[in-house]
């Protein structure tokens, strides 16, 4: 079983629709958790960390459920430039800062 | 003014050829690392170093051998290359163990013929 597992999609939705992600975790001691953006041919970049209580951010939503090893991303009035691939990622403690990547969910927004 | 810069951009080479990416960070980070992205897109880390030692080193084959002459550098030498070593070869750096403050570089596309 992955580490960290999502569906690769691809999410085709329209420009303005709201669009969810998920990823579920194995590791039951994974400690930080976050979601990166990669844009196409691009290097990973950091969208947000995500928190227990839940953290917003504009029109992006991330939420952690930890006793189902669960993590969501939810995209509000999404833009053209939204598309890309979201990454979940991530750590466990005493593992010296290595980061741990999902698969990557592919959004694409058409207009 | 790039924070994470590695050379080259695109490597194309033969299999059985042994060649070097350089990474450079401007940061002050002390924590640098090498990530790779195979063609279904999975990123997994090869290699970490903090303040020029070895931290991290994932089941990578030994024709892998990073190397950190000092903390704002770390170079990845491949030997002996293979047409699975084809991929996309990211560094990265952060503020140490426990930051997860990731810059990443702008990867080094390998292909192997």
């Known amino acids: 079983r992955k580490e960290v597992e999502q569906d690769p999609g691809p999410f085709n939705v329209p420009e303005g629709a709201t669009v969810a992600f998920n990823c579920t975790y194995s590791?039951?001691?994974?400690?930080?958790f976050f979601w990166y953006r990669q844009d196409c041919r691009k290097e990973p970049k950091l969208l947000m960390s995500v928190y227990s209580s839940g953290n917003e951010d504009g029109r992006f939503t991330a939420q952690l459920n930890r006793a189902s090893q669960y993590i969501s991303l939810l995209i509000r009035d999404s833009k053209l430039s939204d598309s890309a691939t979201y990454l979940c990622v991530v750590t466990f403690s005493g593992n010296t800062g290595k980061l741990i990547f999902g698969q990557g969910t592919t959004l694409q927004v058409k207009p | 003014d790039t924070a994470v810069s590695q050379t080259p951009k695109y490597l194309v080479t033969q299999m059985g050829n042994d060649k070097s990416i350089k990474c450079e960070q401007n940061l002050g980070h002390d924590t640098m690392y090498w990530y790779k992205q195979d063609s279904k897109k999975f990123l997994k880390i090869m290699f970490s170093?903090?303040?020029?030692?070895?931290?991290i080193n994932e089941t990578v084959p030994n024709r892998f051998s990073p190397k950190s002459p000092d903390k704002a550098h770390l170079n990845l030498h491949i030997n002996s290359l293979e047409l699975g070593d084809s991929a996309v070869y990211f560094c990265a750096s952060s503020g140490g163990q426990g930051d997860y403050g990731y810059t990443f570089g702008s990867g080094t596309r390998l292909t192997v013929v």
């Open positions: 590791n039951s001691a994974s400690q930080s």
């Open positions: 170093y903090n303040n020029k030692e070895l931290i």
